[in-house]
């Protein structure tokens, strides 16, 4: 069951006298959590890294001019409801734009929510033409919101639909749901997922605490039905800008046969300033993650730039260009020669 405005207080997760507040929040942005979620939390932590990803704090309600309600600019390229089309291969589908916790910092937390709902069966299938109708798309990216918190039914019709258009070769499932409410993931659901077109599943997780024994559970039960599993994280202050955060959090994903996929840096999504470090804090958190743990542990380090214009890897770099050639910097920081082919310039 979804914990809501008053349930917590009664949960202590928030103080009494912050009530007022909470529901100030609760206006501008979706506010829940799962039992799941709270019950990791400790409230006698004023610095708790899963509340200050789930609970909302008054420091929402401070917007800056940079800060946009459409950050990564979907809504420039949605051709029709449920439809993001911005590279020319892929697109996302959103069958629909609940989630079973909003996280504070969602780039799209003015987009989802009961407000949108679920697309209905004229818009789905109008989004189902859209990609039939274009051969250069390869891949769909079924997002939301959440789409595991579909049934099982719709999931399986949406991966039949997706089937049976010839030139889709890969489905790809971003959700939470394995990691903040992971009883949802049933054998019904696993089932679901079972095609002969490739399929994928991208989890969300920031913090090694949210890998509970039943999340570790939920997502054995994927892996082992053949489905790869990837992850993304969102880089956040006060929650995981530490490298030993990361390292723990990237070694007990690719332990469960998680690969890490995406670190992103925080979008400019209103009221989430809190979250946002600079990107060279984020560089060099990198850095240090190359130089602890294996390779299977380096996600890529995102931006996805404000307007929408995509994402790219933003760094570190470890390699410069002089007069002489190449300089590459080793983990130690150290500079090594590389030279450039005779021919060139
Ligand atoms: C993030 C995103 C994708 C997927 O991008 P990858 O880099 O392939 O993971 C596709 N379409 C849109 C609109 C996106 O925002
Ligand atoms: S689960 Fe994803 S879409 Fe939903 S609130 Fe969190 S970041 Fe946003």
Redesign the pocket.
């Known amino acids: 069951m979804a914990i809501r405005d008053r349930d917590f207080v009664e949960a202590n997760l928030v103080a009494s006298e912050r009530l007022g507040e909470l529901r100030r929040v609760a206006e501008q942005f979706q506010v829940a959590l799962t039992e799941e979620v709270a019950a990791l939390i400790d409230p006698a932590d004023a610095n708790d890294p899963i509340a200050a990803q789930f609970v909302p704090s008054v420091a929402e309600l401070r917007t800056s001019p940079e800060e946009q309600a459409d950050p990564?600019g979907?809504e420039r390229?949605s051709p029709l409801p449920g439809i993001?089309?911005?590279?020319p291969d892929?697109?996302?589908l959103k069958p629909s734009l609940v989630c079973p916790v909003y996280c504070r910092f969602c780039f799209r937390r003015e987009q989802i929510g009961a407000r949108g709902k679920v697309l209905g069966s004229a818009a789905l299938a109008r989004a189902y033409g859209y990609i039939r109708e274009r051969p250069e798309i390869w891949?769909i990216?079924v997002t939301g919101g959440d789409p595991f918190l579909l049934t099982p039914r719709r999931v399986a019709s949406v991966v039949a639909a997706l089937t049976a258009i010839e030139h889709v070769q890969v489905i790809r499932f971003h959700t939470r749901v394995p990691i903040v409410d992971p009883k949802r993931v049933t054998a019904a659901l696993v089932d679901a997922l079972d095609t002969e077109k490739a399929v994928y599943v991208v989890v969300h997780a920031n913090h090694p605490r949210e890998l509970t024994a039943a999340a570790k559970a939920a997502i054995g039960k994927i892996v082992r039905a053949g489905v790869p599993v990837l992850s993304q994280s969102v880089l956040l202050r006060g929650v995981n800008d530490d490298a030993a955060v990361l390292e723990q959090l990237f070694r007990a994903l690719v332990a469960m046969r998680v690969k890490p996929?995406?670190l992103h840096h925080p979008d400019l999504a209103r009221g989430t300033g809190h979250f946002r470090g600079d990107i060279a804090e984020g560089q060099a958190l990198m850095r240090e993650l190359r130089r602890r743990a294996s390779g299977l542990c380096q996600p890529t380090y995102?931006l996805?730039i404000p307007g929408g214009h995509?994402?790219v890897p933003i760094g570190p770099c470890w390699l410069h260009r002089d007069a002489a050639g190449w300089r590459v910097e080793d983990r130690d920081g150290l500079s090594h020669r590389y030279p450039r082919p005779d021919d060139t310039e």
């Open positions: 990564i979907d390229w993001v089309h911005r590279y892929r697109v996302l891949e990216v996929y995406y995102v996805d995509g994402k």
